[in-house]
C-alpha cells in the first residue's frame, strides 16, 4: 500500500478551497447504503506492523497449492521487473489520463500496446482494451450486429465457446433483442465441425464465433469455419487465448480473408492470478469495422512543429453524449493491466512468448499422457490441443478434486457443473511453471485416491 502524504491540515485546507465542510459532505452524492463503512474485520487504531501480520496470517490461511486449474484464468511466470515498474508512480493511477497536453507517456505505451496486439492477432486496429474477455466477446456480438449488411440480429455461438463468456455476453444482448443461437460440439473431437452448422446455412446471421483454443483445450478447424461464416455472409468472430497466438496463426490469417474481430482475455500476459480478477480484455479488428469498434485508440501524429506526439483518435464522443443511446458505453479502459502486458510483452519478446508456449503445451501433454497411463482415466476427446485437455476419470469428478485438494493440489476444473453427461470430466492445465516432479505427484496422488474409491465402498470412502 503507497504511503499517503496527505496530512490533516492539508485536507481541511483542501476542502476549504473548494467550500466542503468535510470528506462526507465532499461526497454527499452517494447514497448511504451504497457506502461500505469501515474496515471491520480489521481491529481500530493497531499499528502497521501489527495489521501487516494480521494480513500475513489471514492469507497463510489459504495454503500453497500445486495449480492445475486453467479454464480462463492461467499461472504463468511473471518476471519481477514487470510490476516494479508498473508501480512507479508515472502509471500508478487509479485514472488512466488521457489528455494529450499531460499524458504523452501513457499515451505512448497505450500505442505500443494497440501495435503489439494488432501484430500479435494479425488484424489492423487495436483499442486501448475492454474489461475482461467475457465483456469483450458481448461488445464484438453488438459490433458484428451494427455492422451486418443482412440486417441481422442473429449470432452463432459454440457450445465449446467457455460458459462464463456465453453467460457474459447472453446478459448483455439479450435486451437488445439479438439472438444467441447456440451451435453443438462433436463428443468425440470437442470441437465444432463446419457440418454442425448446416442448419444455419444460407440463413441470415450477424456472426460466428470461433474460439481458439477452445473451452476443452482443443484446436478448431479455424480455416475452414472463417471461410464458412463469410460465404454465409456473416462475421467471423475469433476467440483467443493470447499466448497461444506465439504458435498458432494469427486470426487476421484464417481462411481466405481472415477473421473479422478478435477478442479474448489478457490475463496470460502479465496479470497475476487474484481470486478472479481483475484482468482485462482486448479487441482487434479489420480496418474496415474501426469505426464499429468500442472504447478508444490512441494514434500517432505530429504537432504543428513537425514533432511527434500521440493523442486519442477515433474515440466516439457520442459515448458521452447520447449515453444509453450510444453505440457503446465502453469508454475506459484496464490502464494499469495493459500497462503490465505491454512490459510483458516487451520483456518477453516474440521468442519469449513463443518458449512459454511451447513449455505449457510440453507440460499439458506430459501431464495427460502421465494421467491417461492410470486405470480407469482416458482422454475424453482425441483432437489436438494447445495446454488444456479434458479427462475422463471413471468418478465423480468433484469427489475426487476435493480429494487432490486435501493433499495440496488444484487437480482441474470440473466440467459436469457446465455440460450435461461430463460429471466424471475434468480440464487440466500445466503452464510452465511446472516441473517434472510437479507432474509425478499429481499423476501419485490421482492413482491413490482412485485405487482407493476403486476398492473400498463408497460408505467406507472419505475425500
Request: aromatic share 6%; net charge neutral; hydrophobic share 40%.
Amino acid at each position: 500500500m503507497p504511503f499517503i502524504p496527505h496530512t490533516e491540515e492539508d485536507v481541511a485546507a483542501m476542502l476549504a478551497s473548494i467550500g466542503a465542510k468535510s470528506i462526507e459532505e465532499l461526497f454527499d452524492e452517494i447514497p448511504a447504503e451504497l457506502k461500505c463503512g469501515g474496515l471491520e474485520a480489521v481491529p481500530a487504531g493497531e499499528p502497521e506492523m501489527a495489521v501487516t501480520r494480521l494480513m500475513h496470517e489471514r492469507a497463510a490461511q489459504d495454503g500453497f497449492y500445486l495449480n492445475f486449474i486453467g479454464a480462463g484464468a492461467y499461472e504463468h511466470h511473471i518476471p519481477a521487473a514487470v510490476w516494479q515498474i508498473v508501480s512507479r508512480g508515472e502509471f500508478y493511477s487509479a485514472y488512466t489520463p488521457y489528455q494529450a497536453e499531460a499524458s504523452q507517456g501513457t499515451l505512448q505505451l497505450i500505442y505500443e500496446y494497440q501495435t503489439m496486439m494488432t501484430r500479435l492477432t494479425g488484424l489492423d486496429v487495436s483499442n486501448a482494451s475492454l474489461y475482461d474477455g467475457a465483456s469483450g466477446l458481448a461488445e464484438a456480438v453488438l459490433m458484428a450486429v451494427r455492422a451486418a449488411k443482412n440486417g441481422s440480429r442473429r449470432v452463432l455461438v459454440p457450445a465449446a465457446l467457455h460458459p462464463r463468456y456465453r453467460a457474459v455476453t447472453r446478459a448483455v444482448v439479450k435486451n437488445q433483442n439479438i439472438e444467441l443461437v447456440e451451435v453443438p460440439f462433436d463428443p468425440a473431437s470437442g470441437t465444432t465441425p463446419v457440418e454442425a452448422l448446416a442448419p444455419y446455412a444460407g440463413q441470415a446471421a450477424a456472426g460466428l464465433v470461433i474460439p481458439q483454443p477452445n473451452f476443452f483445450g482443443g484446436l478448431e478447424a479455424v480455416d475452414t469455419l472463417t471461410d464458412w461464416a463469410h460465404s454465409n455472409n456473416m462475421l467471423a468472430i475469433a476467440v483467443v487465448n493470447p499466448l497461444s497466438l506465439a504458435l498458432l496463426k494469427a486470426p487476421g490469417s484464417w481462411g481466405g480473408q481472415g477473421a473479422d474481430i478478435c477478442v479474448g482475455d489478457g490475463q496470460p500476459l502479465g496479470v497475476p492470478l487474484a481470486s478472479g480478477g481483475p484482468y482485462f480484455g482486448f479487441m482487434t479488428c479489420k480496418q474496415a469495422l474501426a469505426r464499429q469498434m468500442p472504447g478508444r485508440i490512441v494514434g500517432r501524429t505530429v504537432d504543428r512543429d513537425g514533432k511527434s506526439g500521440f493523442v486519442l483518435t477515433l474515440q466516439a464522443r457520442e459515448q458521452h453524449i447520447r449515453r444509453s443511446k450510444a453505440t457503446s458505453n465502453i469508454c475506459t479502459n484496464q490502464g494499469l493491466l495493459v500497462t503490465a502486458a505491454t512490459i510483458h510483452m516487451s520483456l518477453l519478446g516474440a521468442e519469449g512468448l513463443r518458449r512459454v508456449a511451447l513449455a505449457s503445451h510440453a507440460n499439458t501433454k506430459a501431464l495427460v499422457e502421465k494421467l491417461s497411463a492410470i486405470p480407469g482415466v482416458s482422454r475424453a476427446h482425441n483432437g489436438p490441443f494447445f495446454h488444456e485437455a479434458v479427462l475422463r476419470l471413471g468418478s465423480d469428478a468433484g469427489e475426487v478434486l476435493r480429494a487432490l485438494r486435501a493433499q495440496g493440489i488444484l487437480g482441474g476444473y470440473a466440467l459436469g457443473r457446465d455440460y450435461s453427461g461430463m460429471d466424471d470430466a475434468i480440464l487440466v492445465c500445466a503452464t510452465e511453471t511446472k516441473t517434472a516432479g510437479d507432474l509425478d505427484r499429481y499423476a501419485q496422488q490421482l492413482e491413490r485416491i482412485l485405487s482407493r474409491r476403486r476398492e473400498a465402498p463408497p460408505c467406507a470412502y472419505k475425500s
